[in-house]
């Protein structure tokens, strides 16, 4: 079963930038497309970001493209998102999930594996 550990959330002011980092535990990830998540307090979670297993492609939530990017390194088991000018609304916890399946890529119901979570706070 993967594993999933986040890392790289903090607190920054609005127009920084933060590189979240996701560590799969799992020898077959490369065979998992990738996504993160995000959910703030009182809301649901929400897709923000998806990779396919190759990184030949990605697809991002419409209130981050052009800001965020998201990544992979398969010969070290990593995902990341980059994220750049920040906004006070980007403040949640990010989780990266992984999924063998490719259909409804923005449905959290997709993902097969979760981490726990890294807390990201965008001060304005």
């Known amino acids: 079963q993967a594993q999933l550990v986040e890392s790289g959330g903090g607190l920054v002011q609005a127009g920084g930038s933060l590189r979240l980092s996701c560590a799969a535990s799992?020898?077959?990830?490369?065979?998992?497309?990738m996504a993160w998540f995000r959910q703030a307090p009182g809301k649901e979670r929400d897709f923000v970001a998806h990779?396919?297993?190759?990184?030949?492609?990605?697809d991002y939530a419409d209130s981050v493209k052009g800001r965020f990017t998201i990544s992979r390194d398969n010969a070290k088991n990593m995902v990341y998102l980059q994220m750049n000018s920040l906004k006070p609304e980007d403040t949640a916890v990010y989780y990266c999930?992984?999924?063998?399946?490719?259909?409804?890529?923005?449905?959290?119901?997709?993902?097969?594996?979760w981490g726990q979570g890294t807390q990201v706070t965008v001060s304005s």
């Open positions: 990779i396919t297993w190759s990184g030949g492609s990605t």
């Open positions: 999930s992984a999924a063998r399946g490719l259909l409804f890529r923005k449905r959290t119901s997709t993902y097969d594996f």
């Open positions: 799992e020898r077959t990830f490369s065979q998992y497309h």
